[in-house]
C-alpha cells in the first residue's frame, strides 16, 4: 500500500454547525485515511450543542480538539475563528501544512489532497481553492451573493495581485512555513477580511500563492453566520487591506 501524501492540520470555524459538523468529519477520516492529519474545530459559542458533539467524537478520535472561544463582536467572526485555529495547530502538532474548511459542506476534503498535490509539483506556497478560474463549478449560491462575490474580488485583484481571482474563499491549503508568517502580523481584522490579510501577506513576502479550480456548493445543513453589514464591513475592509498592503505594512 502507498503511503498516503496528506500531512496536514484542519481548522474549522464554527458556530451552532451541530447538523453539518459529523457529516464534514466523517468525510475527513474517510479522505484522509492513511495519513496524518488534525482536526482543530474552533467553536465561537455554540448553543445547539455542537460543543458536545465535538467533544463526544474527541473521546474516541485524538485527532480532533475543541478550541472554545466567545465570539468577539456581531456579525460573522471568521477571521479571529481562523487565526485562533492556526495558532493552535502550529503549537500542538508537527504538520507540514495547513487548510482551512467550513462545516457547511461546501468545501470538499478531496480538494485538500488534490492542492497538497499541486503544492508539491508547482512548489507553491498557498493553494487557493478558486471559483474563478476555468474549470470551478459553482452549485446553489444566489445570483446576488454571486454578483457581490465578483465585486468584490475585482476591488482585490486591482488593490493586491490581478493574478489571483479568489480572494474571498476561506478554502486554501499552505505551508507551514507560510502559516507561521501570517502569526507574525498582528490582525487589522478578525471578520472573514482577516483571511484576505493573510493573502496579502504572503504575498508581500513574494510567497507563491496558486489557484485551482473548486467545486463549490452552497451549504447544505445549518444557516449561514454572515449578516448583510458583514457585506460592508468587507467591502471597507479590503480598501483598507489594499491600503496597507500598498503602504508596506505586511512587508
Keep these: 500500500m502507498t503511503a498516503s501524501p496528506v500531512d496536514v492540520g484542519v481548522c474549522v470555524p464554527v458556530l451552532d454547525e451541530r447538523d453539518a459538523l459529523g457529516a464534514l468529519l466523517d468525510d475527513l477520516a474517510r479522505t484522509f485515511d492513511g495519513g496524518r492529519y488534525t482536526v482543530c474545530i474552533v467553536d465561537d459559542g455554540s448553543t445547539d450543542g455542537t ?32 487565526r485562533a485555529g492556526l495558532a493552535w495547530l502550529l503549537e500542538n502538532t508537527a504538520h507540514t501544512h495547513f487548510t482551512d474548511v467550513d462545516a457547511d459542506g461546501a468545501h470538499r476534503p478531496d480538494e485538500v489532497v488534490r492542492a497538497l498535490g499541486l503544492a508539491a509539483r508547482l512548489g507553491a506556497d498557498a493553494v487557493i481553492a478558486s471559483k474563478y478560474v476555468p474549470g470551478a463549478v459553482v452549485t446553489g449560491r444566489p445570483l446576488a451573493r454571486r454578483a457581490g462575490s465578483r465585486a468584490y474580488n475585482l476591488l482585490l485583484r486591482g488593490l493586491l495581485a490581478p493574478h489571483l481571482h479568489d480572494y474571498s474563499n476561506t478554502f486554501r491549503t499552505y505551508s507551514r512555513a507560510a502559516a507561521e508568517l501570517t502569526q507574525r502580523y498582528e490582525p487589522l481584522f478578525d471578520t472573514p477580511v482577516y483571511m484576505v490579510e493573510m493573502v496579502a ?43 496597507a498592503y500598498r503602504s508596506g505594512r505586511y512587508r
Design 51 to 82: 460543543r458536545d458533539l465535538v467533544a463526544d467524537r474527541a473521546r474516541s478520535d485524538p485527532r480532533i480538539h475543541l478550541l472554545a472561544r466567545t465570539k468577539t463582536g456581531p456579525g460573522c467572526r471568521r477571521g479571529g475563528a481562523s
Design 201 to 243: 501577506i504572503w504575498l508581500s513576502h513574494g510567497l507563491r500563492v496558486v489557484e485551482m479550480p473548486t467545486t463549490y456548493v452552497e451549504r447544505r445543513l445549518g444557516a449561514s453566520k454572515v449578516v448583510p453589514a458583514d457585506f460592508v464591513r468587507g467591502a471597507s475592509g479590503a480598501l483598507r487591506v489594499g491600503w
